[in-house]
Nanobody, 123 residues
Framework: QVQLAESGGGLVQAGGSLRLSCAAS????????MGWFRQAPGKEREFVAV????????YYGDSVKGRFTISRDVAKNTGNLQMNSLRPEDTAVYYC????????????????WGQGTQVTVSS
């Protein structure tokens, strides 16, 4: 069993930055991937980014490429999502999730989910 807890959300002006963190506990993470998804009101959940815990390979959704950076701290069992050049359309609840090592873009590939953290970008 894996428990995930996000932190770092908040209110920021357009063009600003936020850093989200996801603390994982319950078991070792070596064979997992950690992903970030977001969901805005009235919209479907959207893939943001994923990192393979073992080799650190990363993948990003098209809407965040070049602005967001996903990373992990293996020693702390924590994943991070650095969000720069934020836009009002980035406003959403952001969720971290853990899936198998091949988990990528689809939410059904992930078995464990955090509670989510609100990110609001004002114009």
């Amino acid at each position: 069993q894996v428990q995930l807890a996000e932190s770092g959300g908040g209110l920021v002006q357009a063009g600003g930055s936020l850093r989200l963190s996801c603390a994982a506990s319950g078991r070792t993470f070596e064979s997992y991937a950690m992903g970030w998804f977001r969901q805005a009101p009235g919209k479907e959940r959207e893939f943001v980014a994923v990192i393979s815990w073992g080799d650190g390979s990363t993948y990003y959704g098209d809407s965040v490429k070049g602005r967001f950076t996903i990373s992990r701290d293996v020693a702390k069992n924590t994943g991070n999502l650095q969000m720069n050049s934020l836009r009002p359309e980035d406003t959403a609840v952001y969720y971290c999730a853990a899936g198998g090592v091949r988990a990528r873009y689809n939410d059904y590939e992930y078995n464990y989910w955090g509670q989510g953290t609100q990110v609001t970008v004002s114009s």
